[in-house]
């Protein structure tokens, strides 16, 4: 399934103003927000946390890079033009996971 179709499957994301990924100290270390480039982004990245106890783990992450579809390889074959899948590329790896605190519209 490609990345638009996926969207339209997932839960919406339109009561959110943005999402931060935070850290073992509880700072941000990302700001997805809800604006055009990252709207997709934020509803991929809040319906994992939904899934996984708002929590980005190694295995939300892993189905987040399933979700992404086709754009995985061009984020690998590019590294830095997808920060979002860079993202999960390494999360997905490793043995850490991110807290997600939401931020309401």
Same mark, same amino acid.
């Given at each position: 399934?490609?990345?638009?179709d996926?969207l ?8 959110l +103003? =943005?999402?931060?990924? @935070?850290?073992?100290? #509880?700072?941000?270390? *990302?700001?997805?927000?809800?604006? $055009? %480039? ?9 319906a ?11 295995? +939300? =992450?892993?189905l987040? @890079?399933?979700?992404? #579809?086709?754009?995985v *390889?061009?984020?690998?074959?590019? $590294? %830095? ?14 043995i ?7 931020? =309401?519209?």
């Amino acid at each position: 399934m490609n990345f638009a179709d996926r969207l339209t499957q997932l839960p919406s994301a339109s009561h959110l +103003a =943005a999402l931060h990924l @935070l850290g073992a100290d #509880g700072q941000a270390l *990302a700001t997805l927000e809800n604006k $055009p %480039g990252q709207a997709g982004s934020l509803a991929v990245y809040a319906a994992l946390a939904a899934l996984y106890g708002g929590r980005i783990t190694p295995a +939300a =992450a892993s189905l987040g @890079l399933e979700w992404y #579809g086709e754009h995985v *390889a061009d984020a690998q074959a590019f $590294p %830095g033009k997808h920060p979002n899948i860079d993202r999960l590329l390494a999360w997905a790896g490793g043995i850490e996971s991110f807290a997600v605190r939401t931020v =309401a519209a």
